[in-house]
């Protein structure tokens, strides 16, 4: 008699497949965002920096 098929088993084995390839296209991403925008991040930061600073000093209003 043959064997019944685990339909569960390939299901999970596909599923670790897309997420292993998934990470590697984000890493892959994240790579190519960092060689290619070295010069971003630094223009970013002092419009990130007013952000987080607005943000604490609202936290700071509230505990007054």
Same mark, same amino acid.
């Given at each position: 008699m043959a064997r019944k098929p685990n339909?569960?088993? !390939? @299901? &999970? #084995? @596909?599923?670790?497949? &897309? #997420? =292993?390839? =998934?990470? !590697?296209k984000l890493q892959k991403k994240a790579l190519k965002k960092d060689a290619l925008g070295n010069d971003i991040p630094e223009s970013e930061d002092p419009e990130g920096t007013e952000g987080q600073e607005g943000t604490a000093g609202g936290e700071g209003a509230g505990d007054a």
């Amino acid at each position: 008699m043959a064997r019944k098929p685990n339909y569960n088993f !390939e @299901k &999970r #084995q @596909k599923d670790l497949a &897309r #997420q =292993k390839k =998934k990470e !590697e296209k984000l890493q892959k991403k994240a790579l190519k965002k960092d060689a290619l925008g070295n010069d971003i991040p630094e223009s970013e930061d002092p419009e990130g920096t007013e952000g987080q600073e607005g943000t604490a000093g609202g936290e700071g209003a509230g505990d007054a």
